[in-house]
Each structure stands twice: as structure tokens, then as C-alpha cells.
T-cell receptor, first 113, second 113 residues
Framework: EDQVTQSPEALRLQEGESSSLNCSYT??????LFWYRQDPGKGPEFLFT???AGEEKEKERLKATLTKKESFLHITAPKPEDSATYLC??????????????FGEGTQLTVNP | DAGVTQSPTHLIKTRGQQVTLRCSPK?????VSWYQQALGQGPQFIFQ???????QRGNFPDRFSGHQFPNYSSELNVNALLLGDSALYLC????????????FGPGTRLTVL
């Protein structure tokens, strides 16, 4: 069974204080790993897709990296508007799994001004 | 470019009732997935529709059923509602064979009293 564990559950940063969120996964053949941002009461907003170990993607203050067992979402010099829950999800490459996503519980990030 | 839309935004039902939620996929997308997100948790996969057929199903009882129409829009039906069905119901769409990335709608907040 595919599993995704995110840590920490919650993270409080001061504006400008860089940090990283972790996503550990167990999947029978990784087809893709996805990062989403979710604001309270809203649907997840797509950030990145990573496909293979060593791959990196960047967008503004966010950078996602991937190894064979985990992914990191690095946040550089965060601003209060970066406050949100960050979700990690995996898609297995097995035929029977289709394109279903298995999500972690998320990391709730708060950036104080 | 129209994103994923869902209706209604909010819904309040009583135990034992039935509910229908609706989803229109992102323009050009043909595959629709439904997820249930309980408060403070990550989304859980319910099922996926492609070519008007259910292609994959998560660990949800038969009370959860769905349908996809020729225009790719979809419905999620839940019968005999339980208090535990209270959650944010998310619809996600993708274009089969072209991208693994799923784009989410804003969700429908269902409250069962």
C-alpha cells in the first residue's frame, strides 16, 4: 500500500526565515510526486510535479527536490502570504493504481511578519 | 482558460439523506477524480471516471457512486448519509495520456447533521 508521511505537522516561521518541509514516501514504483498548496476551505493548488530522483523544480521562493525515498520543499525568505497547508502526493506506476493520488496529511505553515 | 468548477459550494444534509455533488473539469480535460478531505487530513481518493466509466475506486463503500457525462462533467452521489461523511469533497481533472498532473476545484463543503 502506498504511504506518504509529511513532517513537521506544523511549522511557524518569521518572515525571511528559510526552512524545509519533508515528504517521505513508500510506493511500488513511483510515477510522479506532486506538491500542492491549500488555503483554508479551498481546493489544493498545483505547485510542482517531480518524476525522478535528482530532479528539482523552482517557483518564486519555493524549490522542490526528489530522492528515491523523500522529497523536500524548500522555502527561501518566506513572506506571510506563503502561509498555507502544503500537501505532498504520490502516483504509483502500477497499472491497477491508475492515476490515483495518495496524499500525506500536510504541513501547516505559518509565516509571521 | 476555465478551471475546475464545483457546485454547490456548501451543503447541509441530515443523516440518512442522499446528496449529489457536481463537477465540471478544466477545459480540454477528459478524466475526473473525486476525493474526500476530512478536517485536518489529506484528501482521500474515492474514484476516477474516464470515457464515462469508473476506472479506479478507493476504499469507499457502495453508498458512494458517480457518473460521467459525454461532456466530461461528473456527479458524485452519496446515499444514506452518515455523520462521518461530513467533509470537503474535491474534484480533480486531467487530460489522459498527456499529463499526470491533476488540477483541483474549490470543493464542496458537506455537513451532515
Amino acid at each position: 500500500e502506498d504511504q506518504v508521511t509529511q513532517s513537521p505537522e506544523a511549522l511557524r516561521l518569521q518572515e525571511g526565515e528559510s526552512s524545509s518541509l519533508n515528504c517521505s514516501y513508500t510506493v511500488s514504483g513511483l510515477r510522479g510526486l506532486f506538491w500542492y498548496r491549500q488555503d483554508p476551505g479551498k481546493g489544493p493548488e498545483f505547485l510542482f510535479t517531480l518524476y525522478s530522483a535528482g530532479e528539482e523544480k523552482e517557483k518564486e521562493r519555493l524549490k522542490a527536490t526528489l530522492t528515491k525515498k523523500e522529497s523536500f520543499l524548500h522555502i527561501t525568505a518566506p513572506k506571510p502570504e506563503d502561509s498555507a497547508t502544503y500537501l505532498c502526493a504520490v502516483q504509483a506506476s502500477q497499472e491497477t493504481s491508475g492515476s490515483r493520488l495518495t496524499f500525506g496529511e500536510g504541513t501547516q505553515l505559518t509565516v509571521n511578519p | 482558460d476555465a478551471g475546475v468548477t464545483q457546485s454547490p459550494t456548501h451543503l447541509i444534509k441530515t443523516r440518512g439523506q442522499q446528496v449529489t455533488l457536481r463537477c465540471s473539469p478544466k477545459s480540454g480535460h477528459d478524466t475526473v477524480s473525486w476525493y474526500q478531505q476530512a478536517l485536518g487530513q489529506g484528501p482521500q481518493f474515492i474514484f476516477q471516471y474516464y470515457e464515462e466509466e469508473e476506472r479506479q475506486r478507493g476504499n469507499f463503500p457502495d453508498r458512494f457512486s458517480g457518473h460521467q457525462f459525454p461532456n466530461y462533467s461528473s456527479e458524485l452521489n452519496v446515499n444514506a448519509l452518515l455523520l462521518g461523511d461530513s467533509a470537503l469533497y474535491l474534484c480533480a481533472s486531467r487530460l489522459a495520456g498527456h499529463t499526470d498532473t491533476q488540477y483541483f476545484g474549490p470543493g464542496t463543503r458537506l455537513t451532515v447533521l
